[in-house]
């Protein structure tokens, strides 16, 4: 046992088990570092840039498998397009890096600071939005009014933003209403919704290409499975035609809910990281139909 310990002393020795002196600005210095690196990552996260990321990754982790195998004429390849892959990677994420270097901008370091500590919400929007939501679709349906509302999810919703008229207004029954009513200058086009707020009206939408949808829809209905198709939104439509409410999610189509369909999905989604549970209980219900 003496012997052990002794040969375990020695190993220590050979380590320097000293450690440095941490001082207050050290410790600054890395809080700034984690803020900025947490920022990178949400903006990341929040726009287009977070899929092409993935994809980047994709094709890193094919050359890693095939330098594992010595893949030789792939790894040459890889090698020769490495330059030209550096300025597509430029040049693709040009309008996502602009558009950060612009928001970094128009907007105070402090307050910067104080919105990255403080969204600690949990709830993506409130009851009263909840209710507010529910009650203006099924306001304006029973007047044949037609609406399209996308309420933004994880994906941020920035770029189509910008196509419309910004709005910057507590979500309310009357509010929603008033903007989708005919004849008035903001009511074609979609309303984005993020948290309480109607952040953007007569935003335009990307329309799908799904061939299967039905002739009985119309442009309204493709513009919101066109955004529910390229991101996590989910898009309630009201018909002008029947005034039937309309919901999209996950690129698939809920024609004709009621009121207490909404509300229910509606509250599925309040909660956030509540998206993939949608999901998961839209696959058992299909599976459960199909077996049936």
Avoid at 49 to 63: C, H, N
Avoid at 165 to 189: C, W
């Amino acid at each position: 046992m003496t012997a052990f310990i002794d040969r375990m002393n020695g190993f220590l020795a050979n380590f320097d088990l000293t450690f440095p002196t941490i001082r207050v600005i050290d410790i600054v210095e890395i809080i700034i570092i984690a803020f900025f690196i947490y920022e990178i990552l949400v903006w990341l996260k929040n726009s287009r840039a977070f899929m092409l990321i993935r994809g980047i990754l994709v094709i890193v982790a094919f050359f890693a498998f095939a330098a594992l195998l010595q893949m030789n004429t792939i790894l040459w390849l890889g090698e020769k397009l490495l330059n030209v892959a550096i300025i597509a990677i430029v040049v693709v994420f040009q309008p996502e890096m602009r558009q950060a270097l612009e928001q970094l901008g128009r907007n105070n370091l402090f307050r910067v600071l104080a919105s990255g500590f403080s969204k600690n919400s949990n709830q993506r929007f409130s009851d009263h939005t909840l209710n507010d939501l529910v009650k203006a679709c099924y306001d304006m349906g029973a007047v044949k009014t037609g609406a399209l509302i996308v309420i933004e999810m994880e994906t941020g919703l920035s770029e189509y933003e910008r196509t419309g008229i910004p709005i910057d207004a507590i979500l309310s029954r009357q509010l929603l209403i008033n903007i989708f009513e005919k004849n008035t200058p903001l009511h074609d086009g979609a309303v984005l919704v993020s948290g309480d707020r109607v952040v953007s009206a007569t935003c335009y939408l990307p329309l799908s290409d799904n061939m299967t949808i039905s002739k009985d829809l119309g442009t309204r209905h493709r513009a919101a499975l066109g955004i529910s198709e390229v991101s996590d939104a989910v898009t309630i439509v009201v018909s002008e035609e029947t005034g039937a409410v309309s919901v999209t999610v996950g690129g698939k189509l809920r024609h004709d809910i009621s009121s207490e369909q909404l509300t229910k999905l509606l509250k599925s989604i309040q909660k956030k990281n509540s998206v993939d549970e949608e999901k998961k209980s839209e696959r058992r219900s299909s599976d459960e139909a199909e077996n049936k």
